[in-house]
């Protein structure tokens, strides 16, 4: 899939310095009151964040916030509680669970399978599953929603991996959904249960090994059935 080139800005996001997608005014490129983020250049993973979270890089102390004048806590155990209550999730990698789906078509419509990676901590699991005749967009979408169902503990941060723009745009951009209305009310349903769920753009193919994992899931399952 093409991706379109972007300018990149460096600038704040919480307490992280974080490359923001600019317009040619070099000012955050919005949608939907939401701007694009990735930690690294040369990493794969984007993320679509409220731009008010976003603010302008210091020239001197970096992103983390003075703490002059504040008071410290000399008990180990409010200090604990309150790095717990501020920790970002999407940082804290071996508590989170990532879900890498995808969604494919012979056809479209045609012969569809969905396939599921999800991965925590040390712990793996693979769904190539066939869901019948279906477009691709169905597809995709029914893999984000059967991966969803397969997370039995939702306060744990979780972070859904997914190269559609399409199912990004209906479930995080607010897009109106003119087809498969009740699909995407059901995935929005389940997201509604997660207390840190964050979706993440990954280009398709291009060699990000969760995604590979999905798309081989999900052309398996057809081939199975053919």
Not at 38 to 67: A, D, T, V
Not at 169 to 180: I, R, S
């Amino acid at each position: 899939m093409h991706e379109e080139h972007r300018e990149w800005k460096r600038m704040c996001f919480k307490n992280n310095k974080v490359w923001v997608a600019v317009d040619p005014q070099d000012s955050p490129r919005i949608e939907k009151g939401k701007v694009l983020i990735k930690y690294q250049l040369n990493q794969p993973h984007e993320y679509w964040i409220h731009l008010g979270n976003i603010r302008p890089l210091p020239e001197k102390g970096g992103c983390k916030p003075h703490s002059a004048g504040k008071k410290q806590s000399s008990s180990p155990k409010k200090m604990k509680a309150k790095r717990n209550k501020t920790r970002d999730p999407l940082a804290d990698d071996k508590e989170t669970i990532h879900v890498y789906t995808d969604g494919a078509s012979s056809g479209n419509p045609g012969p569809a399978g969905i396939g599921i990676y999800l991965q925590y901590g040390m712990h793996e699991k693979e769904i190539s599953q066939y869901i019948g005749v279906a477009t691709n967009n169905i597809a995709e979408l029914e893999a984000i929603r059967v991966g969803l169902a397969e997370i039995k503990n939702p306060e744990l941060p979780v972070r859904v991996y997914t190269d559609s723009s399409y199912a990004l745009g209906l479930l995080t951009l607010g897009w109106k959904p003119k087809k498969n209305q009740d699909l995407v009310k059901s995935i929005k349903m389940a997201m509604g249960k997660f207390k840190h769920l964050t979706f993440v753009k990954v280009q398709g193919h291009a060699g990000n090994e969760g995604n590979e994992s999905a798309d081989r899931l999900a052309t398996g399952a057809i081939k199975e059935r053919s």
